[in-house]
Nanobody
Framework: QVQLVESGGGLVQAGGSLRLSCVAS??????MGWYRQAPGKQRELVAT???????NYADSVKGRCTILRDNAKNTVYLQMNSQKPEDTAIYYC???????????WGQGTQVTVSS
């Protein structure tokens, strides 16, 4: 059974930093990534990383966020610096299973950036 468990969200002041973690279990995964959904908005990509370490970032977070992955631990991290109020959202981890290509989502973790 595939499970994704996120942690690390919380309240931070503008300009501060947070580090999100997502531990995946139950399979071997190819791409993993982070998405976010703000109130009243659609879910959007934040950053993705392949098992080989290739990364992709949304323009809105480039230069402020870094996605990292520990394949041995099936864990993906999102280091977020210079946080802005517009970064406030629920952040979701996504993992694509290597065999079959199914996507799985975590339950989400709230990030709130105060001005």
């Amino acid at each position: 059974q595939v499970q994704l468990v996120e942690s690390g969200g919380g309240l931070v002041q503008a300009g501060g930093s947070l580090r999100l973690s997502c531990v995946a279990s139950g399979s071997i995964f190819s791409a993993m990534g982070w998405y976010r959904q703000a109130p009243g908005k659609q879910r959007e990509l934040v950053a993705t990383i392949t098992s080989g370490g290739s990364t992709n970032y949304a323009d809105s977070v480039k230069g402020r966020c870094t996605i990292l992955r520990d394949n041995a631990k099936n864990t993906v991290y999102l280091q977020m610096n210079s946080q802005k109020p517009e970064d406030t959202a629920i952040y979701y981890c996504r993992a694509r299973r290597r065999c079959g290509g199914n996507d799985y989502w975590g339950q989400g973790t709230q990030v709130t950036v105060s001005s």
